[in-house]
């Protein structure tokens, strides 16, 4: 299987900062990374896939990156309703593998 | 617009069957290059790969759970199921079903429902 490592687990930042959150697969996955917003209570929502192509209603401060074996998800100007736990998850080989997610608070 | 719900008990008991059907409308299960999917999700913890059904029938799943795990379809009521053996307490979750468009993710979920393994 291929285990997919996200950090920091946890991240509490400001109205308008960027975060970064990271994710790191133990084998090639090509660019077949995907990155989802889950808030309490709902199912994840599909924010990213093929690491970078945003999908269409996502708001532009979100956005997908890749750097050498790692795949970055960052959110410009974090607003209040960003505060959600964050999953990358690789579809490149079954089984589908997810991160173990990233909270994110607002301060 | 695709819509997946998620039905059955809510409540399991311990080594029984847990069964889920997964109401699709708006799509053909039958057609098209989607993997009808079941995904679980333990209170406070991450998400968890079950397994998935292919338009054509063919499976695939998590190899913790493939000793158990059963996913069908039945195309004439365009639905997907699934069926997990021998349950135990670790097995409580929310249950999703999903459409899984291969490299481009899993856009469309159901709302999930709580599947609880108690005496």
């Known amino acids: 299987d291929i285990q997919m490592t996200q950090s920091p687990s946890s991240v509490s930042a400001s109205v308008g900062d960027r975060v970064t959150i990271a994710c790191r697969p133990s084998?090639?996955?090509?660019?077949?990374l995907n990155w989802y917003q889950q808030k309490p209570g709902e199912a994840p929502k599909l924010l990213i896939f093929a690491t970078s192509k945003l999908v269409s209603g996502v708001p532009s401060r979100f956005s997908g990156s890749e750097s050498g074996t790692e795949f970055t998800l960052t959110i410009n100007s974090l607003q209040p309703e960003d505060s959600a736990t964050y999953y990358c998850q690789q579809s490149y080989k079954t089984p589908r593998t997810f991160g173990q997610g990233t909270r994110v608070e607002i301060k | 617009q695709v819509n997946l719900q998620e039905s059955g008990p809510g409540l399991v008991k311990p080594s029984e069957t847990l069964s889920l059907n997964c109401i699709v409308s708006g799509d053909s299960i039958s057609s098209g290059s989607y993997f009808w999917t079941w995904i679980r999700q333990p209170a406070g913890k991450g998400l968890e790969w079950i397994g998935r059904?292919?338009?054509?029938?063919?499976?695939s799943y998590d190899p913790s759970l493939k000793s158990r795990v059963t996913i069908s379809a039945d195309t004439s009521k365009n639905h997907f199921s699934l069926n997990l053996s021998s349950v135990t307490a670790a097995d409580t979750a929310v249950y999703y079903c999903?459409?899984?468009?291969?490299?481009?993710?899993?856009?469309?979920w159901g709302r999930g429902t709580l599947v609880t393994v108690s005496s």
């Open positions: 059904i292919y338009s054509s029938g063919t499976t």
């Open positions: 084998q090639n996955i090509n660019t077949y």
């Open positions: 999903a459409r899984d468009s291969g490299g481009m993710g899993i856009q469309h």
